[in-house]
């Protein structure tokens, strides 16, 4: 089967970390404010919070027929179960991000990108854990070229409420930020062995 | 003062919240529910819209009570509904029963999980389709329509609630759970471009009005109570002034009329979409979830050269007799995908009447079925060999 022009995302954590919210700015920043087209489904247990649960997002820039993520080319976990469930899934030249202070990773498969946070420290430092996800949302914008990061923090600030515009946007933008010093962190790396 | 009723503009919104927006932009002004998952949605953000539009929310004890109190609401002249899933729709059918009797329109959605019973309350599955068919008792015609994307969701609903004024009945949407729960693009249009179809009104004085007497498509019009016509309503078997008469032709008559009233108007009633039908010799019928892999799955098969064709039934019930028995004669096979262990698929083989092999492409609940299991089945007729059958 091919779903050639898609991009699979599973984003992974437990109930109240505000999962499913996290897909749904995402895919809400795709189809509104980025043109493309999105679905998101979710996966939680009969539990409200605490239990394991995922959100899955597609963005294309066709129609999305199927809308079941089984093999994602993003996998973000936010929880060790999360993590323990979903690894084996993610695809060959995948890119798998995870809150270092939530989830303890063991060794990856070399073709994966791998970025770690500590995005719920971050959002603990600027007053709210609740804002973790907003914190992981900036960080997997600045790593991974899935929607415009303009799109996906006008998405986060038309998603939340009103009183707490100002601390998403700079939870937004501290995950950001330390995502775009890791690149640049790296790409000094990957210059100073070329000149070795 | 009026909350926005028709919220226009271009939203990325699950289907529950979807179905909310397509009732209030038709003029629905009444919901009684009782929250389950995965339709809870439906009745949270009822709940929440429909007192800024006017609107009243009633928290029920239960689903009996539910559709009990949306069939009183209607004959109230307001436009009324309420959603369940697989559980709360066992509950209900007794009073859908009624609805039907007293020819109330309504709308009811049905937002599946996989059963029975409890079952799993937070996974798809597609398995009350024959129920909504015939899980009330006695002999009748129901009229049920089957979304698949969030904006089906809007758009049916507004379709089942004008379906339900102009044939007097309750309306099912038999969503699933993926569909209640997936976000996607939902487009809500201006309010003047949304198409309401009111019931039809009495136009004879009061003392010549009789409330079942029919006009000539079976439909009878219909006063609210208090609008100064005299009414009754009952579920005992009922002539045209609605007063029980305990007799075989009075039976005759009325069921008669509650069946014709929708066989005789299922031209105006059934709406499929149909793609690359001209040329097919091999016919994926599907609906609602399952129609989307469906649609993968004959485009994978055209790009192979496979000739498939595919009919997504927007509306279940009635069933697309007349398209079927049609094609089947000139078709290598019939393909049905459902999230049961094969109940449409029983309606697609009586009315292909042995003259093509009808397959089904099952799942047992709890997942969707992926479009790769279509294209075998597709790719299994075209090469003219029978499908495995999997053993369950």
């Keep these: ?22 897909g749904d700015i995402l895919g809400k920043a795709a189809t509104i404010y980025d043109g493309k087209n999105a679905t998101m489904t979710q996966n939680y247990g009969p539990e409200a919070r605490g239990g394991s649960c995922a959100s899955q997002v597609i963005i294309s820039t066709e129609d999305i027929l199927f809308p079941s993520v089984y093999e994602p080319q993003v996998l973000v976990c936010m929880s060790q179960e999360g993590y323990t469930k979903n690894i084996k899934s993610l695809k060959k030249n995948g890119t798998f991000i995870w809150d270092e202070d939530l989830v303890k990773a063991k060794k990856h498969d070399p073709s994966w990108k791998t970025y770690h946070i500590p995005a719920t420290r971050f959002a603990e430092e ?26 996906l923090r006008e998405a986060v600030l038309d998603s939340v409420p009103a009183n707490t515009k100002e601390n998403n946007a700079k939870a937004f933008d501290r995950g950001r930020e330390y995502g775009e010093a890791i690149l640049k962190g790296r790409a000094k790396q990957e210059k100073s062995r070329d000149r070795a | 003062m009026a909350g926005k ?7 990325f919104m699950n289907g529950d919240h979807a179905c909310c927006e397509g009732a209030l932009a038709v003029g629905c002004r009444f919901f009684a529910g009782y929250p389950i998952t995965p339709a809870t949605e439906i009745a949270e953000r009822m709940s929440r819209r429909l007192p800024e539009c006017g609107g009243i929310y009633i928290q029920m004890e239960d689903e009996l009570a539910s ?40 709308v009811v959605c049905n937002v599946q999980r996989a059963g029975p019973s409890t079952g799993l309350p937070t996974l798809v599955a597609q398995g009350d389709m024959m129920q909504a068919r015939w899980g009330s008792h006695g002999h009748y015609e129901v009229i049920a329509l089957a979304p698949s994307s969030p904006q089906e969701m809007f ?12 044939y007097r009945l309750p309306v099912i949407i038999m969503a699933d759970e993926v569909i209640g729960h997936m976000n996607e693009r939902v487009v809500i249009p201006r309010e003047e471009e949304i198409t ?87 016919v994926v019928t599907a609906y609602g979830i399952s129609a989307r892999s469906a649609k993968h799955a004959v485009r994978e098969a055209r790009s192979k050269g496979i000739r498939a064709g595919l009919i997504k039934l927007e509306t279940v019930w009635p069933f697309p007799e007349d398209l079927i028995r049609t094609l089947a004669p000139s078709l290598k096979a019939l393909i049905m ?26 799942h047992l609940g709890g997942g969707l079925i992926h479009p790769a299991a279509i294209l075998d089945a597709v790719m299994a007729a075209h090469k003219g060999k029978k499908k495995k059958k999997k053993e369950a």
């Design chain 1, 1 to 22: 089967m091919t779903f050639d022009c898609e991009k699979h995302i599973l984003i992974t954590g437990f109930g109240g970390q505000g999962i499913i919210m996290a």
């Design chain 1, 126 to 151: 600027l007053g709210n854990t609740m804002m973790a996800n907003i914190v992981m949302l900036g960080f997997v914008a600045a790593v991974e070229d899935l929607v415009q990061i303009d799109a």
């Design chain 2, 5 to 11: 009723a028709v919220m226009t503009g271009t939203y």
């Design chain 2, 67 to 106: 559709i009990a109190a949306v069939l009183g609401a209607s004959w109230g002249g307001v436009k009324s509904m309420t959603s369940t899933s697989g559980p709360g729709f066992s509950l209900m059918m007794e009073n859908i029963g009624l609805g039907i009797c007293t020819e109330t329109p309504c």
């Design chain 2, 155 to 166: 758009d049916f609903t507004i379709r089942a609630f004008n379906l339900s004024e102009q």
């Design chain 2, 196 to 282: 309401i179809t009111g019931r039809r009104k009495p136009t004879v004085p009061p003392d010549m009005f009789k409330p079942y007497q029919a006009d000539p498509d079976g439909v009878a019009p219909m006063a609210s109570c208090g609008e100064g016509y005299r009414i009754h309503v009952t579920g005992l078997t009922h002539d045209e002034r609605g007063y029980p008469v305990m007799d075989a032709a009075t039976q005759e008559n009325m069921t008669d009329r509650l069946i014709r009233k929708i066989r005789g108007n299922k031209d105006k009633i059934i709406r499929t979409d149909n793609a690359y039908l001209d040329d097919a010799d091999i």
């Design chain 2, 337 to 362: 995908p459902e999230i049961n262990a094969g109940q449409m698929v029983l309606e697609l083989e009586r009315c292909a009447g042995g003259a093509c092999p009808v397959e089904l492409v099952s």
